[in-house]
């Protein structure tokens, strides 16, 4: 079990599990595999973007040499914001959860917030109903401030996004 920083190098393979993410559970993600799949490489490329300035940052979880989770940190870039950071794109490919990925993962990316120059905060959201994510997300200290109703449209249906947040340090 191996956690680390992906590359633009890893692009296909992150492409590969993000899109098995997308049509799997689409509740879980605002974006559909359908808008996903349509974007060219050089767009999972820049995410992947490793350099000190890059607004976004991925780790993967590996299972031998296998690609089999991931999940992003998206640096705010307003000066009044700059002190938060958001978790996104957590996903963890069926046959591979249970044995410590998501909470791997979950650990990576507030290692990255914290090292981070003035980023005090990291907040997600996840859907409404998703026990088993919120519940990986309590267990690594988030809280939950708030829920957006009707925040996705799915197959003529409205779903909420529970709003989560936690402090890299402890509040004085």
Known sequence: MTVRLLLPDDAD???ALMLEAYARHPEAFTSSAEERAALPLAWWQRRLD????ATQRVLGAFDGGRLVGAAGLEFETRGKARHKAGLFGMYVAPDARQAGFGRQLVDGVLELAAGREGVTLVQLTVTEGNASAQGLYARCGFEVFGIEPFAVALD????????MWRPLAPLA
Not at 50 to 53: E, F, G, N, Y
């Open 13 to 15: 393979a992150y492409r």
């Open 50 to 53: 490793a350099s000190p300035q």
């Open 156 to 163: 003529g249906r409205h779903l909420s996004k529970v709003h």
